[in-house]
């Protein structure tokens, strides 16, 4: 018996099954000679044996301010570190990650040609200027600039707050 579609359906084995030791006729194939054919792997020149081939360069380590191009595809968004990093057309631009309004996460909003839209309050941005182009916020988000060199992109790093207060207060 045979489950076809989730029914029970009764099969009888057809006189020209392909079973082992059966006859063969004209443009037909005995199963142990279709068998011999498939059990053997077919060798090809250009296919170099897994042993033989070299191993991976390991990809280098990334540190806290850094990103690998590919993982921002077009017209998307990325959270690095404490920053929103955007790819426009292949240009990539950053802002914090967190709206100035209710800190609402910015890597989660909607992200249109240079718009993102907070998910918390729909408030929306320039990702370019950080410019509010609907409140709730009054306050523009900080930008940054985002270095390529190569595969691997780079924010700012950015001094913790406490940190910064103490780097300004020594000034």
């Known amino acids: 018996m045979l489950v076809a579609a989730g029914y029970w359906v ?11 030791g059966d006859e063969a006729e004209l443009g037909e194939i005995l199963f142990d000679d279709w068998l011999g054919r498939t059990a053997h792997p077919i060798p090809n020149a250009s296919v170099q044996p897994a042993a033989s081939a070299g191993a991976r360069t390991p990809r280098p380590t990334l540190k806290e301010n850094e990103f690998r191009v590919g993982e921002v595809p077009a017209a998307s968004v990325l959270l690095v570190d404490d920053c929103a ?15 100035s309004h209710r800190q609402g996460p910015l890597s989660e909003g909607s992200f249109d040609g240079t718009t993102v839209t907070c998910p918390l309050h729909g408030a929306q941005f320039n990702v370019w200027t950080g410019a509010v182009l609907r409140g709730p916020p009054k ?8 270095t390529v060199d190569g595969d691997i992109s780079r924010t700012p790093i950015r001094l913790a707050p406490r940190l910064r207060r103490s780097f300004q207060e020594s000034r």
């Open 85 to 99: 990093v955007f790819n426009i057309e292949g240009g990539f631009c950053a802002t914090q990650a967190m709206c």
């Open 10 to 20: 009764q099969a009888d084995v057809k006189d020209r099954s392909l079973l082992p």
């Open 139 to 146: 306050d523009p988000l900080k930008t940054y600039r985002v």
